[in-house]
């Protein structure tokens, strides 16, 4: 069966402000720590995945990448699935956040060797003074503040590689810092916190 989903992005990575990996050029990815470390939250606001509805479901993958570049591979990766989910939405997500489904994480689980276990549990995600906050209990905390300009405007990330991998609607995103994000889940390489960071519009479909 078909499946879409509408939703917000955010993005957010141990790099300086801003990750050189969002150009998709080999030369240009000189990882600040010599790996990339990085957590998506997904904000779905309607679709479905082969008959379950996932509107409204928030949903975390965080990845892992040794380096020296990203497109060396061999990452690992973890799915982060909110604990009031029900176990078909679960497996829906998991599907859709591994790639498995096609979509805007096809290119970036092609890069992993390794999925750990998904995680079920409570995932809070709440967006004030224009800074996105979500954490996954006893793991971590994601934060986003989009950069706006003298003249009130969001600034922009346009028809970057990874802007077109991930599908952002009109290959754009909003820059945002991700200062304040701390992630701690002792299955995955490293313990990191966020520097950089882009939110972006996607419609992913199959």
Not at 143 to 167: C, E, H, I, P, T
Request: include cysteine.
């Amino acid at each position: 069966m078909a499946w879409n989903v509408s939703a917000e992005l955010v993005e957010t990575c141990n790099c300086n402000m801003l990750c050189p990996c969002w150009f998709g050029q080999a030369d240009l990815m000189l990882l600040d720590q010599g790996y990339c470390a990085t957590s998506l939250l997904i904000r779905i606001s309607e679709g479905s995945h082969e008959g379950v509805d996932l509107s409204g479901q928030n949903a975390i993958v965080s990845l892992h990448f040794p380096g020296p570049t990203l497109f060396d591979a061999n990452g690992t990766g973890r799915v982060y699935i909110d604990e009031n989910a029900s176990d078909a939405q679960a497996a829906a997500l998991e599907t859709i956040l591994q790639g498995a489904s096609g979509g805007g994480m096809e290119v970036p689980a092609s890069l992993l060797s390794t999925w750990l276990p998904t995680k079920r549990a409570g995932i809070s995600v709440t967006e004030a003074d224009g800074e996105i906050t979500a954490s996954v209990a006893g793991v971590g905390e994601m934060k986003s503040r989009r950069l706006v300009n003298d003249l009130g405007n969001k600034m922009k990330l346009q028809n970057a590689a990874f802007s077109l991998a991930f599908g952002h609607e009109g290959h754009e995103g909003d820059l945002a810092p991700s200062d304040g994000t701390t992630w701690n889940d002792a299955d995955m390489p490293v313990t990191w916190a966020g520097r950089s960071g882009v939110v972006g519009q996607v419609a992913w479909a199959g």
